[in-house]
């Protein structure tokens, strides 16, 4: 009890709010971190092990295509669907259900829903958005998620002078106890800032070969020019990304898994560079998940620049509760209006 206490006063000492901007044609679309503050409400976990995958049906590939053209909306450019892209392992997620998450921090309320409320209260408002979705939307059956922010970059350089915190294990314990109350998928979230990728998605083994744990990448933090966090925006390359692909192809296969969903956060675009080269696998599902805040126009320009006009795979959109309330017209996008979009996307994060 002790060594937890220190634990939650060391982050809370450690770690200062995060707020970048773009700064593309005047965008003013951003996103923040916040201070780490312990849940009132965070759950005792069950024992993690990797549990032995069901048996999955083959992928009904007619279904695949009719879905997937469907995502595309009507593209006029013909980058939509993505051309060449593989079929699944059978148990993909993607395309047959939307991934409807909630994303944030148990240890803060200011870094996103997930950790602002209480998790009984807070799995009560995911399942109210899910309902808006399965109503705009009855074709498509959604999967809830916790999208949860397992490694923080932060002010405090700490001991190694890197600039991130590593969530402990009771808390990531804590997040699946939660979701499994909703039959929620988790994904964890990285965030290296001077740290990087090689180096922290191996230590979330133990958490990636459970058959309900996905991936999450955030180029905003990864300051490979030494800045510090929430100073500039960071980057990833393509290659980054194929190393964390091909990490998870690894886990798939050596565990015997159904495909991974991996979510690569992006809004500017030097957030990710030589998108072209992305790899794809059947082992693995890509989503890029358009992260910027701001009013509906200037969410849907990000989101036709540097989502739709650099296609990889899967597409996702972000809203935020608060943030995208700041300017006129002062509201968050509906799921109506996301539907109307080219592609539409199939992964949606609320902040």
């Known amino acids: 009890m002790i060594r937890t206490k220190r634990l939650l006063k060391n982050i809370i000492l450690a770690t200062v709010a995060i707020v970048l901007f773009t700064n593309c044609k005047g965008n003013n679309t951003a996103k923040s971190a916040g201070k780490v503050k312990n849940s009132a409400d965070s759950t005792k976990a069950d024992t993690v092990q990797a549990a032995a995958p069901a048996n999955y049906p083959p992928i009904d590939t007619a279904d695949y295509n009719k879905r997937v053209k469907a995502l595309a909306n009507g593209d006029t450019t013909g980058k939509w669907p993505v051309k060449n892209q593989p079929y699944p392992l059978p148990g993909a997620i993607l395309p047959f259900k939307r991934i ?13 829903i997930l950790g602002e409320l209480p998790p009984t209260e807070m799995l009560a408002k995911l399942k109210t958005e899910i309902r808006r979705w399965e109503k705009d939307d009855p074709q498509t059956p959604v999967q809830p998620a916790l999208h949860y922010i397992a490694v923080v970059a932060q002010g405090d350089p700490g001991k190694d002078g890197k600039h991130r915190f590593r969530m402990p294990d009771k808390q990531v314990d804590s997040v699946l106890s939660i979701a499994k109350r909703i039959n929620a998928i988790v994904f964890l979230d990285i965030q290296v800032a001077l740290s990087n990728i090689h180096t922290e998605l191996p230590l979330l083994e133990k958490y990636l070969k459970l058959p309900n744990v996905h991936l999450g990448i955030d180029p905003e933090f990864s300051m490979k020019d030494g800045t510090l966090p929430g100073k500039k925006i960071g980057t990833y390359d393509a290659a980054d990304v194929n190393y964390c692909s091909n990490y998870l192809v690894n886990l798939v296969k050596k565990y015997n898994l159904p495909p991974k969903v991996f979510v690569v956060h992006r ?76 592609p539409k996307p199939i992964y949606i994060q609320y902040q």
């Open 267 to 342: 809004f500017t675009k030097k957030m990710l560079t030589n998108a072209e080269n992305i790899k794809l696998h059947p082992e693995v599902q890509m989503v890029i998940n358009m992260d910027g805040w701001g009013e509906p126009d200037l969410k849907k320009g990000s989101y036709r620049y540097f989502v739709r006009d650099h296609p990889v795979q899967f597409t996702g959109f972000k809203l935020f509760y608060k943030n995208d309330l700041k300017k006129a017209p002062n509201r968050m996008m509906t799921p109506e209006e996301l539907l109307k979009l080219t």
């Open 100 to 112: 409807v998450a909630y994303y944030g921090n148990l240890y803060s309320k200011r870094m996103g």
